[in-house]
């Protein structure tokens, strides 16, 4: 079965009509579906985007997950411990780049990227990674996009993955219908028609988790039709743009948003005087105890991103001035690095007893997973899966659609 490989500089360019000037990528795509003065923003105005911290995280990982597997493409071998260190070295080289102000976050990226690639399953082969497609639907509709790593998994299936560093993965009815993941899979057959099933993957990597999905040629002859409707609809409002910035809708991405800062909407969740606004706990009924739990849920998630972003301005203020304090009169800010104890567990191993190393020590199911899955010897697997055991913790209340 022959395969296609590109190396990073020869990226995969698939054009099967002649250019047109709208492009539709799948973040665009998602904006104007979510938000219509995102999409003014973004695509009409095109202002510049602030830094921000989940994203330059996320980038951070994104290439050094990249460099890894343009590696496999070449070796299709396990990596040792000191090859995926090298990796976990370009996510920090990379990350510093960027001005993030929490040893936080080196530590939980460089887990990340320790994580997945400890964890590979070698019986799909990569062949493909951060490969750009370009293409054109027979609707007409030209979508753009990169798509972060492409496996085969035997003679007529190729795995279509997206890596995601998000703390919250979507549900299986919701990748069912994302966006994203239909336009890859439309990408996939004109990119991979040697392949005639294909599955899509989000891969969480914080959270050690995968979701698969995949698209019927009916879902997929849906697709089509539905982008080739908003296209034309977006065509309309790029070629004529209302003459007055259209209003924002506040919603569960806000905190994500690269100008939650310019947004009137935005504004409003965080300058509401949010006591008065809460429904009091000996008032609440079902209906109002979820509305709440999301009204709590989404301020919370804008705060802690607004927090961050001035943590942020703050470090960049600091490193271009670093002589003059930053002080408002009665206050200033006295910069501190966080720092953690670690003990060496292979030294405490040679020094302490079994059953004071079991008093102290604490397993990761994630990394039992993934050692389990280097493991060969189906007896010791047994034996190992058979020391687990589940602890109900306090319950957690997501909210989803009936
Ligand atoms: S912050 Fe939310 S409402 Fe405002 S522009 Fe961004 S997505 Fe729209």
Redesign the pocket.
């Known amino acids: 079965m022959p395969t296609k490989a590109v190396t990073k500089k020869e990226k995969t360019k698939v054009t099967t009509k002649k250019k047109k000037d709208l492009r539709l990528s799948a973040t665009m795509l998602k904006t104007w579906l979510?938000?219509p003065?995102?999409f003014q923003?973004n695509y009409i105005e095109r202002l510049p985007q602030p830094a921000n911290t989940s994203f330059s995280l996320g980038n951070a990982v994104h290439h050094a997950l990249e460099l890894a597997n343009i590696s496999l493409m070449k070796t299709h071998k396990q990596f040792t411990n000191e090859e995926v260190e090298e990796f976990v070295q370009e996510f920090r080289d990379y990350l510093a780049k960027t001005h993030l102000d929490s040893m936080e976050y080196f530590e939980s990226g460089a887990t990340m990227v320790r994580g997945e690639l400890l964890g590979l399953d070698l019986n799909e082969r990569v062949i493909d990674a951060e490969v750009e497609f370009d293409i054109t639907t027979p609707e007409g509709v030209r979508i753009y996009g990169f798509i972060d790593k492409v496996s085969q998994v035997n003679e007529t299936t190729i795995k279509i993955t997206d890596y995601k560093t998000s703390k919250i993965a979507m549900s299986w009815d919701e990748a069912k219908v994302d966006e994203q993941l239909s336009m890859y899979d439309l990408a996939a057959t004109v990119l991979y028609p040697q392949f005639p099933n294909r599955i899509l993957e989000l891969k969480y990597v914080r959270l050690g988790q995968s979701l698969t999905s995949n698209r019927t040629d009916i879902a997929q002859f849906e697709f089509r039709r539905e982008i080739a409707s908003i296209f034309k609809a977006i065509k309309e409002y790029r070629d004529n743009p209302p003459k007055q910035r259209p209003d924002?809708?506040?919603?569960d991405?806000?905190h994500w948003?690269a100008?939650?800062k310019k947004?009137p909407?935005?504004n409003q969740q965080l300058s509401e005087n949010m006591a008065n606004d809460f429904v009091p706990v000996t008032e609440l009924t079902d209906s109002t105890a979820i509305e709440e739990l999301q009204k709590v849920s989404l301020r919370e998630k804008a705060l802690k991103e607004h927090k961050d972003n001035v943590k942020l301005w703050l470090a960049q203020r600091i490193e271009n001035d670093p002589e003059t304090d930053v002080t408002n009169g009665t206050h200033m800010i006295n910069p501190m690095c966080s720092s953690r104890r670690y003990y060496d567990a292979e030294k405490l191993a040679s020094l302490l007893t079994v059953d004071q190393l079991v008093e102290i020590a604490s397993v990761s199911s994630t990394k039992v997973t993934k050692l389990l899955n280097t493991i060969s010897d189906p007896d010791l697997k047994r034996e190992v899966e058979s020391a687990a055991f589940v602890k109900v913790g306090n319950p957690q209340y997501r909210i989803k659609k009936r």
């Open positions: 979510q938000c003065l995102q923003l924002g809708y506040y919603n991405k806000c948003c100008y939650n947004c909407a935005y």
